[in-house]
C-alpha cells in the first residue's frame, strides 16, 4: 500500500462537510484524470466545559442554573468525545469509500499520523477520533507537542 498520512491538526478548525460531498459529485472524467493520494483533516477539538469556572461571568448573568459539565473547567466532556469518535467513524467511511484505505486497515509504520498539542481537550480529540478511525488497529501514532 502506498504510503499515506492522514493528519489530525486538532486546534486548528472544522472541515467542512460541503468539501466531502462536493468530491462525490465530480464527473468520471474528472476522476480517471486525477487521483487522490493524501488526506488532510483540520479539526477543532469538540465540546468542551467553559474555560472559566466558580463565579464566572456567565455563570452570574442568569438566575437559572447551568448545565452541570462531565469534566473539567477547558477539558473536553463526554459528549464531546462520543461526537469527536463518530467523526472519526465518519471519515473513516469516507477514506474507504473513496478507496484510499481498506476496511478494517491497520496502519503500519508512519502511514497515519495524529497531531495533537499537550492540552487535554486537543489530546482527547485526537484519541477519540482515531478511536473511531481506525477502530482496528492496536495502537494509533499520536504525537504531542511535549508540553
Given at each position: 500500500?502506498?504510503?499515506?498520512?492522514?493528519?489530525?491538526?486538532?486546534?486548528?478548525?472544522?472541515?467542512?462537510?460541503?468539501?466531502?460531498?462536493?468530491?462525490?459529485?465530480?464527473?468520471?472524467?474528472?476522476?480517471?484524470?486525477?487521483?487522490?493520494?493524501?488526506?488532510?483533516?483540520?479539526?477543532?477539538?469538540?465540546?468542551?466545559?467553559?474555560?472559566?469556572?466558580?463565579?464566572?461571568?456567565?455563570?452570574?448573568?442568569?438566575?437559572?442554573?447551568?448545565?452541570?459539565?462531565?469534566?473539567?473547567?477547558?477539558?473536553?466532556?463526554?459528549?464531546?468525545?462520543?461526537?469527536?469518535?463518530?467523526?472519526?467513524?465518519?471519515?473513516?467511511?469516507?477514506?474507504v469509500?473513496?478507496?484510499l484505505?481498506?476496511?478494517?486497515?491497520?496502519?503500519?509504520g508512519?502511514?497515519?499520523?495524529?497531531?495533537?498539542?499537550?492540552?487535554?481537550?486537543?489530546?482527547?480529540t485526537?484519541?477519540?477520533?482515531?478511536?473511531?478511525?481506525l477502530?482496528?488497529?492496536?495502537?494509533?501514532?499520536?504525537v504531542?507537542?511535549?508540553?
Amino acid at each position: 500500500m502506498k504510503q499515506m498520512k492522514l493528519w489530525m491538526l486538532a486546534a486548528i478548525l472544522i472541515i467542512s462537510g460541503t468539501g466531502l460531498q462536493a468530491q462525490t459529485k465530480r464527473s468520471d472524467d474528472f476522476r480517471a484524470r486525477y487521483e487522490l493520494k493524501e488526506v488532510v483533516v483540520m479539526s477543532r477539538h469538540n465540546i468542551r466545559s467553559p474555560l472559566s469556572s466558580g463565579g464566572a461571568a456567565y455563570q452570574r448573568v442568569t438566575p437559572h442554573e447551568w448545565f452541570k459539565w462531565s469534566s473539567p473547567g477547558s477539558q473536553l466532556s463526554l459528549r464531546g468525545g462520543v461526537l469527536e469518535t463518530e467523526m472519526g467513524q465518519f471519515f473513516r467511511k469516507w477514506v474507504v469509500d473513496a478507496g484510499l484505505l481498506p476496511d478494517n486497515y491497520r496502519p503500519a509504520g508512519d502511514e497515519v499520523l495524529f497531531y495533537a498539542n499537550s492540552r487535554q481537550r486537543t489530546f482527547a480529540t485526537a484519541k477519540y477520533f482515531s478511536a473511531g478511525f481506525l477502530p482496528f488497529a492496536n495502537e494509533c501514532n499520536a504525537v504531542g507537542d511535549g508540553q
